[in-house]
Nanobody, 126 residues
Framework: QVQLVESGGGLVQAGGSLRLSCRAS????????MAWFRQAPGKEREFVAA????????YYSDSAKGRFTISRDNAANTVYLQMNSLKPEDTAVYYC???????????????????WGQGTQVTVSS
């Protein structure tokens, strides 16, 4: 089974950028649907962005659209989340998730993913 390790979180001022990485081991990112979710204190985990298993389809939450970009480096077996124009409301723990059998219409559903990383903290100061 695949193991996921996130990195790249940190403290950034509003308007700044961060790039999160999710390195996979024990499986190829090309055989999984890959996604990013986030969870702020006291809130439910929410969808941010995802790749379909084939990589041919990407999907973003309304809050991420136009500011965040999900990408994949097959050689590095890593998925990235480039986050630009960050806002204080983007502050959260960001999680990488993977699943082999999820259907495209369910990419935004956290309960459909079998594999999760440990998360990386992103803090955006105003």
């Amino acid at each position: 089974q695949v193991q996921l390790v996130e990195s790249g979180g940190g403290l950034v001022q509003a308007g700044g950028s961060l790039r999160l990485s999710c390195r996979a081991s024990g499986g190829s990112v090309t055989t999984y649907a890959m996604a990013w979710f986030r969870q702020a204190p006291g809130k439910e985990r929410e969808f941010v962005a995802a790749f379909s298993r084939t990589g041919g389809y990407t999907y973003y939450s309304d809050s991420a659209k136009g500011r965040f970009t999900i990408s994949r480096d097959n050689a590095a077996n890593t998925v990235y989340l480039q986050m630009n124009s960050l806002k204080p409301e983007d502050t959260a723990v960001y999680y990488c998730a993977a699943d082999r059998s999820i259907i495209t219409s369910s990419l935004s559903r956290s309960d459909q993913y079998d594999y999760w990383g440990q998360g990386t903290q992103v803090t955006v100061s105003s």
